[in-house]
Nanobody
Framework: VQLQASGGGLVQAGGYLTLSCQAS????????MGWLRQAPGKQREFVAS????????NYADSVRGRFTVSRDKFKNTITLQMNNLKPEDTALYYC????????????WGHGTHVTVSS
């Protein structure tokens, strides 16, 4: 699976950004698609995930209610809508994929930077 993330940028606190991830290379119906992030000086952490089929979602407590993950089966894209952004959301965001039942993500895209100013 090849993944290409885009949509990062600089935004003020309280603002919003939309990240997109284009997936290609495999039939995605058996995959879990995830967004993870790594802030400067911190370990990478889980943000959100979605089963390709059916569309079941999961969120980190820190973003639940503010972020929404979705997928477009026809365009093979995964979207992370991020609302009410906070300075602590500043990080390098990665799109990733893993087979259902696997614990670790095995396919990664290049990260996209999100910077939230206070």
């Amino acid at each position: 699976v090849q993944l290409q993330a885009s949509g990062g940028g600089l935004v003020q606190a309280g603002g919003y950004l939309t990240l997109s991830c284009q997936a290609s290379g495999r039939t995605l119906s058996m995959y879990v698609m995830g967004w993870l992030r790594q802030a400067p000086g911190k370990q990478r952490e889980f943000v959100a995930s979605i089963l390709w089929s059916p569309s079941r979602t999961n969120y980190a407590d820190s973003v639940r209610g503010r972020f929404t993950v979705s997928r477009d089966k026809f365009k093979n894209t995964i979207t992370l809508q991020m609302n009410n952004l906070k300075p602590e959301d500043t990080a390098l965001y990665y799109c990733a994929a893993k087979m259902r039942g696997e614990s670790d993500y095995e396919h990664w895209g290049h990260g996209t930077h999100v910077t939230v100013s206070s």
